[in-house]
């Protein structure tokens, strides 16, 4: 999902979602939710159809780059190592890269997968068990890697302080917002030392201080921890551990979500159930918002919320600053979910979460009995617009649903980070460094800003959101390409 849930990218195996397609394998495929488009991504050269399968995708923030893995051949020239490769395609140029190649450009001689993007489309990691993207890569096992497309380097990053290669597979990546910290999960025992749990551990991997530890710190699970995630602004990691040790009173024996603060180390159990209970099931799949405060995942427990009697797997929604949960996979109009739920990923605000599910009535209409691709979202206190959207001329900022009268700040910046609002403890804009343009809403509660856009910034992803302070009402991300 971007960065402001307009675009979702997904695979299907199904054909007839644009026309041409009859392959009849899975593809990888862009919705556009404003638009009500949906294109394909997974494209061989000159539009033909890919000759295998495609999947994973990942989205830069404002849509224009997604990055996916295919076992298809066809997708660039040159592709003869017959393993699957990732890829990159430009939306605005309608150009597909591969990027699972050596510095040199070489194509690996292995497997590659799960790969992520960076919000700028600069940076893709990924887990790959080619042994000759990096010298002196000889374990055998998955490792991970991080392309940099402006300069076509690619570097291991699943290395001990010393330099020396994982000795076990280390896999599911994830990445902050400016690319600096690298979150992932290995079972290597020699990337830290005193890790002797032998199981899966998370870790983090400053690119800046080239720096490298478990998280957390402070404590060995002693159980797996797996999909780790972390947040735009880099603060925040969520994951799903099996370890009973890592917070106190951890007794149900099932696997739960855990939030990290990296700054102080504090470990937090989110999945929680009402009154502060343990969940009587297991919960897995984190996903988390851009400043850490919201964190989706999916749970099979039935006492997270009040009324769930519908025995199967839902999605949740948990605001860290509120340490309130509520469910995701209802319908409109409160109905519990008639089959399982799956998968959740959420947009930078929180404001978006999309989830697979099996289930027939989320939705009028839904009869395919086949597992679907829906997006609940929440109604923004605070909406932005930006028109024309162009740079190098003035454009107009127009907020709504503010309180008339009120003063209104609509922050605008280059990148996503955290940024805290003055007199509202615990609260945040998803902006990093941001500039500032500041009125008074009128007496529908408008507020209309102008601002003159350098030329200079034509073609960048520009984010905006707006804060009314004397309220500590937060409005939605629009995360925008300028022309």
Known sequence: MSADGRYVVFSCAADGLVPGDQNGLPDTYLRDRVAGTTTRISEGLGGAESQDLSFSGSISDCGRWIAFASNAENLVPGDSNRARDIFVRDLQLGVTTRVSVSSAGDQANGFSFSPRISPDGRFVVFKSLASDLVAGDSNGKND?????????????????????????ASARPDLSADGRYVIFKSFASNLVAGDTNGKWDAFLFDREQGALRRVPESVQGNGHTIRPVISADGQWVAFESEASNLVPGDTQGHADIFLVALASGVITRVSLGQNGAEAN????????????????????ATNLVAGDTNAAADIFLHDRIRAETIRVSIADGGAEANGASASPWISEDGLSVVFTSLASNLVAADTNQEQDIFVREWEPSLSIRLEPAVAGVTNDLTVSGATPGASVHVGWSLELGSRDIPGCPGWTAVLDRPKQLSGLADATGTLVLSRAVAASTAGLCVYLQAVEPASCRVGELLAVRLQ
């Open 281 to 300: 099931g297991p919960s897995g799949f984190p996903a988390i918002s851009a400043d850490g405060r919201w964190i989706a995942f999916q749970s099979e």
């Open 144 to 168: 991970l890697f991080l392309h940099d497309r402006n300069t076509g380097q690619t570097d291991c990053l699943s290395l001990s302080p010393s330099g020396q290669i994982a000795n076990a």
